[in-house]
């Protein structure tokens, strides 16, 4: 009776991660739902505040929202090629240092180390995502997708 019954594991653990990619994408759709009302609320302080403190408001809220639209963006291309694009996740990274260096700049607290070394690690960043675009799967083996 039990011999009967068999399991297709491959099959359920790519079940089970289309239903979690699926859940994280709704998030991801409420959370940029969330970050334009929060933007457009952050108005607020280019009326009452003072220029710097409305402008750094809506940086923060506006580098965030492109921050959240690549993770959609890399879990999208997830679910329809079933693999991450490593140019996807270098985007995202990118755009998280570089709103960390806007705000740090804006509101003057990282000193000159912190800056270069962030600067450095974009540096990296960048040669990272020059050579994953040169030496891509899709264009040069397909084999090596998931």
């Known amino acids: 009776m039990l011999s009967s019954i068999k399991i297709d594991n491959v099959k359920i653990f790519k079940n089970v991660i289309r239903f979690v990619t699926t859940f994280i994408l709704y998030v991801l759709v409420?959370?940029?739902?969330?970050?334009?009302?929060?933007?457009l609320l952050d108005l607020r302080f280019l009326l009452f505040?003072?220029?710097d403190i409305g402008f750094r408001h809506i940086v923060a809220s506006v580098l965030?929202?492109?921050i959240v639209i690549d993770l959609f963006k890399?879990?999208?291309?997830?679910?329809?090629?079933?693999r991450i694009k490593l140019t996807n996740?270098?985007?995202?990274t990118i755009l998280i240092i570089l709103r960390e260096l806007a705000l740090g700049l804006y509101s003057?607290?990282?000193g000159y180390e912190f800056i270069l070394s962030l600067?450095?690690?974009?540096?990296?960043?960048g040669i990272i995502r020059v050579l994953a675009i040169k030496y891509s799967p899709d264009?040069?083996?397909?084999?090596?997708?998931?």
Do not use: P, W
Request: proline letters at 0%; glycine letters at 2%; aromatic letters at 12%.
């Open 64 to 66: 965030t929202i492109f």
């Open 30 to 39: 409420l959370a940029l739902i969330l970050g334009m009302v929060k933007t």
């Open 108 to 110: 003057k607290e990282f």
């Open 74 to 82: 890399t879990f999208v291309d997830f679910l329809e090629r079933d």
């Open 119 to 125: 600067s450095a690690l974009l540096l990296v960043l």
């Open 139 to 146: 264009e040069h083996h397909e084999a090596y997708s998931f």
């Open 49 to 51: 505040e003072t220029l």
């Open 89 to 92: 996740v270098t985007d995202a």
